[in-house]
C-alpha cells in the first residue's frame, strides 16, 4: 500500500490494507482489525434480511456502513497529520486514485458481465440506473450504464469506494490546515463532530431515497465523526518533533480504556441498534453506533484482541466487495420453499456467504497479481 492513508477498510503496515486506508505506524491494532470483520458481517447480514418477514433483522447491521466510514475518516486524518512531509495535492491525488479505482471499477466490471450473464439467463430485461431494483432484491442484478457505471459501480453497493475517493479529496486540504494551525485542531474537532450531528438529525427525519447519492450523505454524519476523533487523538503535526519521538508516537496506539467505559460504550451501541429497531432508519443512531464500534476498536485492551478475526478483518475490502456474488446465488434459500422459517434461512445464507467471502479474499491476497483487489 501507499505511504498515504487511502480509504477504510484497513489498518497497518504500508504493504497492506482493505479499502485502502491504513496508517503507516509499523504495527496494526487487532481490535481495529477485528471490528472490521465484524462489520463486514454487519454488511452481508443487511443486505440478506431483505424480505418483508425478516427486514427488521436489517437493524443488527446498521453500525457497519457507518463504521467504516468513520474509520477512513479516521486513519486518512491522522496519518496525514502524522507525516512528516505534507503530500503535495498532485501525489495525494494520483495516490488515491492510484489505490481506490482500479479495485472499484475491476469490481465493477465483474458485477457488470454476471449481472449480464444473470438477465440473459432468466430472460428478464436490464434494469439500468434504478439502484431501488437492487436494494429491494438483492438476488437480482442491477447493472448500472454510462455515467453511473464509472461514478457508483456495477452493482448498488461499490458506491463507497467513489464516496471514500471523494470525501478525502475533501477533507485533505482541511488537514493540510490543521498541520499549519496546530491550534486549531480541536476547532476542527468541534466543527466536526456538530455539523456531523446536524447533518445526521436532519436526515433521520428526511424520507429514505434509495439512490448512490443517498447513500453517500447518509454516510458523511459518521465520515465527520471519524474526523473529529483522529484531530482529538493525534499530534497536531509532525513538524518540530524530534526522530524519536516521532517513532514513539508513530508506534503507539490510543490508550486502553477500563473496563466499564468499554461496557458503557457497548451499552450504548445496543441503545442505538434498539433506537433503530423501534423508530426505523434513523442516520443519527446509525452514525452513532458505527462511530461508537470505533471508539471502543481503537481503545480495546490487547487481552480482548483476536488475531483470527484481525487476520480476516485485513481483507474486508474483499469480502465486502465479493460478497454479492455469493449472495445473489444463495438468496433463494433464504425463505420457502427451501426453509419454512426465513430467519433460519438467513441465518444459514449469511453464514455460507461470509465463509465463501472471506475464502475468495484471504485467497485472493496471497497472490501479488490479486491483493490488490481485496487489501
Not at 475518516?73 to 481506490?100: D, E, I
Not at 432468466?122 to 439502484?131: D, E, F, K, S, T
Not at 438476488?139 to 452493482?155: I, P, V, Y
Not at 464500534?293 to 488475531?307: D, E, K, M, Q, T
Amino acid at each position: 500500500m501507499a505511504t498515504i492513508a487511502s480509504a477504510s477498510f484497513s489498518a497497518g503496515q504500508p504493504a497492506v490494507a482493505p479499502a485502502k486506508c491504513e496508517e503507516t505506524t509499523g504495527q496494526r491494532w487487532g481490535s481495529l482489525d477485528s471490528a472490521r470483520f465484524l462489520a463486514a458481517v454487519g454488511v452481508i447480514w443487511l443486505h440478506v434480511c431483505q424480505l418483508p418477514e425478516i427486514v427488521s433483522g436489517s437493524a443488527a447491521g446498521r453500525f457497519a456502513v457507518p463504521f467504516f466510514s468513520a474509520t477512513a475518516a479516521y486513519l486518512l486524518v491522522g496519518s496525514l497529520l502524522r507525516s512528516k512531509n505534507q503530500p503535495s495535492v498532485r501525489t495525494f491525488v494520483t495516490t488515491k486514485l492510484g489505490r481506490l479505482y482500479p479495485p472499484f471499477l475491476a469490481w465493477s466490471l465483474i458485477y457488470v458481465l454476471l449481472n449480464t450473464l444473470h438477465d440473459w439467463w432468466v430472460g428478464g430485461a436490464i434494469h439500468g440506473n434504478q439502484a431501488a431494483t437492487a436494494a429491494n432484491d438483492p438476488g437480482r442484478g442491477l447493472l448500472f450504464w454510462g455515467r453511473d457505471l464509472w461514478l457508483f459501480g456495477g452493482d448498488y453497493h461499490l458506491w463507497f469506494l467513489p464516496f471514500i475517493l471523494a470525501t478525502s479529496l475533501l477533507l485533505y486540504p482541511v488537514v493540510c490546515f490543521s498541520r499549519k494551525h496546530p491550534e486549531q485542531r480541536l476547532s476542527l474537532a468541534m466543527a466536526a463532530f456538530l455539523l456531523g450531528a446536524l447533518l445526521a438529525t436532519v436526515l433521520s427525519m428526511t424520507p429514505e431515497i434509495d439512490h448512490p447519492l443517498a447513500y453517500m450523505l447518509m454516510a458523511l454524519p459518521s465520515l465527520l465523526w471519524g474526523s473529529a476523533l483522529a484531530w482529538l487523538h493525534r499530534p497536531a503535526s509532525a513538524e518540530g518533533i524530534s526522530r524519536t519521538q516521532r517513532k514513539s508516537i508513530a508506534n503507539r496506539s490510543p490508550a486502553s480504556l477500563s473496563t466499564s467505559s468499554l461496557v458503557g460504550l457497548l451499552l450504548l451501541f445496543s441503545t442505538a441498534l434498539w433506537s433503530i429497531l423501534q423508530l426505523g432508519r434513523s442516520v443519527f443512531f446509525e452514525s452513532a453506533a458505527g462511530t461508537m464500534i470505533l471508539i471502543v476498536a481503537l481503545h480495546c485492551p490487547a487481552s480482548l484482541r483476536f488475531p483470527r478475526l484481525a487476520g480476516w478483518g485485513r481483507v474486508s475490502l474483499g469480502i465486502y466487495c465479493s460478497h454479492l456474488l455469493f449472495l445473489k446465488a444463495l438468496q433463494p434459500l433464504i425463505g420457502p420453499p427451501a426453509w419454512s422459517n426465513p430467519w433460519i434461512g438467513a441465518i444459514v445464507v449469511a453464514t455460507l456467504v461470509t465463509v465463501f467471502a472471506t475464502s475468495i479474499s484471504l485467497l485472493l491476497a496471497r497472490s501479488r497479481a490479486t491483493r490488490w483487489l481485496v487489501l
